[in-house]
Structures are given as C-alpha cells and as structure tokens.
C-alpha cells in the first residue's frame, strides 16, 4: 500500500518510490481483476490521445473504475526514440496521476516507467496462464526495446 498524503494534498511518487512499492503478484492480481471487470461490462471503455512533435510525440491513456471506490487515471508519456543518444535520457518518460474519481482530487502523481514494466508484464502473464494450453511447455515472447 502506498503511503498516504495528508489531507488535502497529492501524494508525489518518483520512480524508486513506485518500484519499492509494487509486488508483481500483486500487480498480476489487479490486472487479472481489471480484465475480468472490463470482460463483464463493468469498466467503461479507455481513451487514447496521440500528439506527434518533431522529435518523438506523446500519448495519453485514461481509465477509470466505479468500484469499490470511484477512481480516475491518467498516463501521459513521452517517446522521444532518440533521447539515449542525444541526452542520456530514456526514450520513454511520462507520469501517472491518479484522481477521485467522486470530486476530482488528484490523489497522487507517479512517475509511470515502473508501472508500465510491471503492468505489461502482469498483462503477459495473465495471458498466458488462460489463453495457453494445459500442457504447453515452451513460451516464446517477441518484444522491442528495453522490455
């Protein structure tokens, strides 16, 4: 569990802060609750924004849950494919901030390159234990980049 702010103010989360706090397990069982959520009609559908720039572009993904508690997300990265070559930096940075979702507070903003690992990888791991075949024995996986 993440700390809690005071009241009446946004938690402020930077990488190492997100990393200490995710379990992979714990992630995997979100995803796979999400999933079953989204599957029986109980998510509404996610929104996504792309806007190019000259050196790379961003996108933003919104989401949002009703229960048990109203909740709204936003992810805004930045992929800029030359940015480890020109900067030092990586190619994709960006945040997550996370809204009540019943008066609009933002909760918490989180830097989102932990978050996005750990999620695509809960949401390969959901996959493959019920879309793969009782007695399979062998994966392949096919990625890009630092994943």
Request: glycine content about 10%; aromatic content about 6%.
């Amino acid at each position: 569990m993440p700390p809690e702010a005071p009241a009446g103010r946004t938690l402020l989360l930077d990488a190492r802060q997100v990393a200490s706090l995710l379990e992979l397990g714990d992630v995997i069982a979100a995803v796979q609750a999400v999933f079953r959520a989204h599957g029986e009609g109980l998510v509404p559908p996610s929104a996504i924004l792309g806007y190019p720039v000259t050196a790379g572009g961003f996108h933003i993904k919104a989401a949002a849950l009703s229960a048990p508690s109203p909740r709204f997300t936003v992810k805004l990265n930045s992929n800029f494919p030359e940015n480890g070559r020109r900067f030092g930096l990586p190619t994709i940075q960006g945040t997550i901030t996370l809204f009540d979702g019943a008066n609009g507070f933002p909760l918490a903003v989180m830097d989102s390159i932990e978050i996005t690992i750990q999620r695509t990888a809960a949401a390969t791991a959901v996959a493959a234990k019920w879309l793969a075949r009782e007695d399979a024995a062998t994966i392949t996986i096919c990625g890009c980049g630092a994943q």
